[in-house]
């Protein structure tokens, strides 16, 4: 069986692949040579992808020998899934791999925001002692809004419950007995606008959609609180960036965590940049070495699976 890994894959994923029998190409900047891409995918049985790779219909129609598509993290943007379904081509996600690294990336958000002892140590190696200047505020007593209340927003949950934090949640898609309400104390509200006015810090768990693009904008930021911040480790598109900019600039919310945009990488002149209360980060939320472990040696199992004729629990079509 020959695997083509398109993108970034830890080296247990590629070692285990080549355990079991496989024959792995890998070349992480493949999925932006669209032209190689395609003249390579016919001679393969598998590919791993990304976020990057687009997996397409054109893709897949020359791609003739591939029994299975594995994606290295949840998002499905980048995957046209009714393509691959059409063509019986199962899709394999890194279900839950990640989700710890991505709750513990909103909880380091809320704490520097409250307590950038970065900006305190470059102060004192200047030769300052500004005590009053970095005491900063406490997370205890906070309320957390949650948009969307899936694996990763109930982890966030259990963590902000930790520090003593009110967690709140908007989700059509989950009922009463649901993990999240049932055990872990989140208090479920019924319109995105009324988690918006009472939170502190809004972080955002769902996927891109039709529905979900540009969910939070220039419509919804005045209900939020001006010391309030917002953070996005799910998908760009889902905040509105240039509404986002106007609402820090204007006062109307304090400032944002934004480690997925709309364009990445983020062009030299985006306007993001220049905004120091919106801080910044290259999509890493959830790929801490541990996250990239197991999302490479979960995706290398199930793809394998596949590949020997079983069906995967983390298939999606």
């Not at 997996?55 to 290295?72: F, T």
């Not at 693009?213 to 209900?223: A, E, T």
Request: charged share 25%; hydrophobic share 45%.
């Amino acid at each position: 069986m020959k695997v083509l890994v398109t993108e970034l894959m830890w080296d247990d994923g590629m070692k285990e692949l080549k355990r079991s029998g496989c024959s792995v190409d890998y070349d992480m900047e493949l999925g932006r040579k669209r032209k190689e891409l395609l003249a390579l995918a016919p001679a393969y049985d598998a590919l791993i992808v990304r976020n990057e790779t687009k997996v397409d219909a054109e893709l897949l129609d020359v791609a003739k020998n591939a029994k299975v598509i594995g994606r290295l993290g949840v998002g499905l943007d980048n995957i046209d899934l009714g393509a691959a379904s059409s063509r019986n081509i199962p899709v394999i996600t890194a279900k839950h791999a990640n989700a710890t690294s991505v709750a513990e990336y909103v909880m380091a958000s809320m704490l520097d925001a409250y307590r950038p002892l970065h900006h305190a140590d470059a102060d004192v190696r200047r030769g300052n002692w500004n005590r009053k200047f970095f005491t900063g505020n406490e997370l205890n007593g906070k309320t957390l809004g949650l948009v969307g209340m899936g694996e990763i927003a109930h982890r966030v949950a259990r963590r902000a419950n930790a520090f003593g934090m009110e967690t709140i949640g908007y989700d059509p898609f989950v009922t009463p007995f649901d993990h999240i309400l049932a055990e872990t104390g989140v208090r479920s509200v019924n319109t995105l606008d009324e988690l918006l006015v009472a939170s502190d810090f809004v972080s955002v768990h769902v996927p891109l959609t039709k529905e979900t693009r540009h969910m939070i904008n220039k419509k919804n930021f005045p209900h939020m609180k001006p010391h309030a911040y917002v953070i996005n480790a799910a998908r760009g598109g889902i905040i509105h960036e240039g509404d986002l900019i106007e609402a820090v600039q204007s006062g109307e919310i304090a400032g944002a965590y934004l480690d997925v945009l709309e364009a990445e990488p983020i062009p030299k002149d985006s306007p993001l940049t220049q905004i120091a209360s919106i801080r910044l980060t290259p999509h890493i939320a959830g790929a801490t070495n541990a996250a990239q472990s197991r999302t490479a040696m979960l995706i290398a199992e199930e793809v394998m699976k596949v590949l020997n004729g079983g069906q995967s629990l983390c298939a999606v079509v």
